[in-house]
């Protein structure tokens, strides 16, 4: 839950902290953040540039079975990842790749054709958060 609320803020979803459980990590501090990512271009250099129209957050969590594999697919705004459980790996039509552990984040392509899976031997948690317009879609396929 902790990682949750840390990506929620880092995509810039204001969240009130009402309370820490004291089961959770101590510190002498009441709230301690944590930036996961910050970014201004996606991981294989794409620049970021919004959608026109009225701007909406999502935060989606995906998950995905041992060798479940994306089509080809573009996302039209820009994102960022964080990988919970499992490791993903994705690549670009121009043969670029990323393999990403759990517990790591990236900023996602934007407009660059790409697909994802899941490589490793268990089921895959990500929690993908992007910054697009109302009723335009996050994932657009490319065949």
């Given at each position: 839950m902790r990682r949750f609320l840390l990506l929620a803020l880092t995509a810039g979803i204001s969240i009130p902290v009402v309370a820490c459980s004291p089961k959770e990590k101590t510190s002498l501090e009441p709230v301690v953040v944590e930036t996961l990512i910050s970014?201004?271009?996606s991981w294989n250099g794409d620049s970021f540039k919004y959608p026109r129209g009225q701007a909406e957050m999502k935060l989606e969590k995906i998950t995905a079975q041992p060798g479940f594999k994306t089509p080809l697919h573009l996302h039209p705004q820009p994102g960022i990842i964080f990988v919970q459980i499992g490791t993903l790996y994705c690549e670009t039509s121009d043969g670029?790749?990323?393999?990403v552990e759990a517990g790591e984040s990236f900023s996602s392509s934007q407009d660059t054709p790409h697909y994802c899976?899941?490589?490793g031997d268990k089921e895959m948690v990500v929690f993908s958060a992007s910054a697009g317009a109302r009723?335009?879609?996050t994932?657009?396929?490319t065949n």
């Open positions: 970014a201004s271009e670029q790749s990323l393999t899976q899941n490589i009723g335009k879609k994932t657009v396929p």
